[in-house]
């Protein structure tokens, strides 16, 4: 049973990046072909799918956010991880990570970031 | 972007009911439609996915169809652990979709 784990800070001023991993276990991410997905939920909103890469780390993004967002994979360490630059209240979000084969089959418990000075 | 519009965005219903809510995309999706349950804190899970398909250690008394640009989520007999906000979900095309959100209370 694969489990996912968000981390990072809780915190990030504005104007910052926002920077976040993703670590997997019970399962290898360079064994597995699967995509590995972020998605984004602001507080009592709906979610946002962010962007998704694979274990060779091809990557898709949102084009509402392509211009910001980087997202590497560390096969060694079987994680994930997640860059959002140049962040705004309006990034203030709980942050998911995900694994997907079209349908997100396995999420991790989330992690809150609030964007404020 | 393919745009998912649920409805109706909450819902009333009380223990043993039957609900049902509808999907709809912004254009022909095929199959490609999944539905979670998201309940408060919680992240969702996967209950449906490719519209019918039952993601494996659900109760059956969730069920899915449709195909092209209209779907239906259907509990058959509402459970009180069942509150929560349902999403649907595309994966057609990037960049994949989710619905608004239904919120589901008991009466």
């Known amino acids: 049973q694969v489990q996912l784990q968000e981390s990072g800070p809780g915190l990030v001023k504005p104007s910052q990046t926002l920077s976040l991993t993703c670590t997997v276990s019970?399962?290898?991410?360079?064994?597995?072909?699967?995509?590995w997905s972020w998605i984004r939920q602001p507080a009592g909103k709906g979610l946002e799918w962010i962007g998704r890469?694979?274990?060779?780390?091809?990557?898709d993004y949102n084009p509402s956010h392509k211009s910001r967002v980087t997202m590497s994979v560390d096969t060694s360490k079987n994680q994930l991880s997640l860059k959002l630059s140049s962040v705004t209240a309006a990034d203030t979000a709980v942050y998911f990570c995900?694994?997907?084969?079209?349908?997100?089959?396995?999420w991790g418990q989330g992690t809150l970031v609030t964007v404020s000075s | 972007d393919i745009q998912m519009t649920q409805s109706p965005s909450s819902l009333s219903a009380s223990v043993g009911d039957r609900v049902t809510i509808t999907c709809q995309a912004s254009?022909?999706?095929?199959?490609?439609l999944n539905w979670y349950q998201q309940k408060p804190g919680k992240a969702p899970k996967l209950l449906i996915y490719?519209?019918?398909d039952l993601e494996t250690g659900v109760p059956s008394r969730f069920s899915g169809s449709g195909s092209g640009t209209e779907f239906t989520f259907t509990i058959s007999s509402l459970h009180p652990e069942d509150v929560a906000t349902y999403y649907c979900?595309?994966?057609?095309?990037?960049?994949?979709?989710f619905g608004q959100g239904t919120k589901l209370e008991i009466k």
């Open positions: 995900a694994r997907s084969l079209g349908m997100f089959d396995s």
């Open positions: 019970g399962g290898s991410i360079s064994s597995e072909n699967y995509y």
């Open positions: 890469i694979n274990r060779s780390g091809s990557t």
């Open positions: 254009q022909g999706i095929s199959n490609f």
């Open positions: 490719d519209s019918s």
């Open positions: 979900q595309q994966y057609d095309n990037l960049p994949y979709t």
